[in-house]
């Protein structure tokens, strides 16, 4: 009897082991096929079996290229990212002190910013491209790409900052006014430092998304591609494991993006518990 249950429990346990397996596998099995196939040598191709081993592929990214501008790619989607993360963080923490007192119109802004996701994206690439044509405006990805990621960057962090502040305990504002600190003073000192962390994953929310983004900016970055549209590109012209060797990078810089936002989450964790055992 004993015996059996300990069987079945270690069957149970095999089969959620596999199945797990299975489930990572499925995840990072692209993701890790594209990386070996970067490492091609010279003569290599597109698929298995690899023709040697080198770095050739990586350092043409370096260099010219025949099709494609992978730098300039690359240089406008940093900097469009950018912009769509401080933008979208500044006027996330601005929302989330706006809705903390309701004021004539909060309900129907809230609806406005959930629609603002819901709605294809697709439809507002193409919409904010055609309110360019018509104004005579030429679209550009730091102009009317720059609006249409924010339609899908901005409600993720507004909704955040909502959440945040809905669960904030205003009796530390209470407790600050009390001890003769302004109303500027309680914000630095005492809000700002409380939701910091909130506001970091707002950033690297924002960040990631917008530098991932392809179709809010297929119609209207303009004649100059983002690096999701240059890869999008290179798939029907590519021939060679250069295009695997970029997929590579851009991985790597996502990781360790993601690896220095939790790093900076830890520090700032560890730094507050030490100042509340002080």
């Not at 129907?108 to 709605?119: Q, W």
């Not at 530390?172 to 700002?192: H, I, K, N, P, Y």
């Not at 983004?213 to 591609?225: V, Y």
């Amino acid at each position: 009897m004993k015996t059996s249950f300990f069987s079945g429990r270690r069957i149970e346990f095999i089969t959620l082991t596999a199945l797990f397996g299975l489930f990572v596998l499925f995840l990072y099995g692209p993701t890790i096929t594209i990386g070996l196939l970067s490492f091609q040598g010279p003569n290599g191709g597109l698929t298995f079996p690899m023709n040697g081993w080198s770095l050739t592929w990586f350092r043409s990214l370096l260099e010219a290229q025949a099709v494609g501008d992978f730098a300039g790619a690359f240089k406008r989607s940093l900097g469009l990212a950018l912009l769509v993360t401080v933008i979208s963080t500044v006027i996330s923490i601005l929302a989330g002190f706006a809705f903390r007192r309701l004021f004539k119109g909060s309900n129907f802004l809230f609806a406005l910013v959930l629609v603002s996701m819901i709605t294809p994206s697709i439809l507002v690439s193409l919409g904010v491209g055609l309110m360019f044509d018509r104004l005579g405006l030429s679209p550009e990805w730091y102009s009317s790409a720059l609006g249409a990621q924010l339609t899908w960057c901005l409600p993720f962090g507004v909704l955040v900052m909502f959440v945040v502040f809905n669960r904030f305990n205003r009796n530390l504002e209470a407790a600050s006014f009390d001890m003769g600190a302004s109303a500027w003073q309680t914000v630095r000192w005492v809000v700002l430092p409380s939701i910091f962390p909130s506001v970091i994953g707002i950033a690297m929310t924002s960040f990631t998304l917008s530098y991932d983004e392809f179709a809010r900016t297929l119609m209207t970055s303009g004649s100059h591609n983002t690096l999701p549209l240059e890869i999008y590109g290179m798939t029907t012209n590519a021939t060679t494991p250069a295009l695997y060797a970029l997929g590579t990078v851009t991985t790597l810089f996502s990781f360790i993006l993601i690896s220095f936002t939790m790093s900076l989450l830890v520090v700032i964790a560890k730094r507050r518990a030490r100042r509340e055992h002080a």
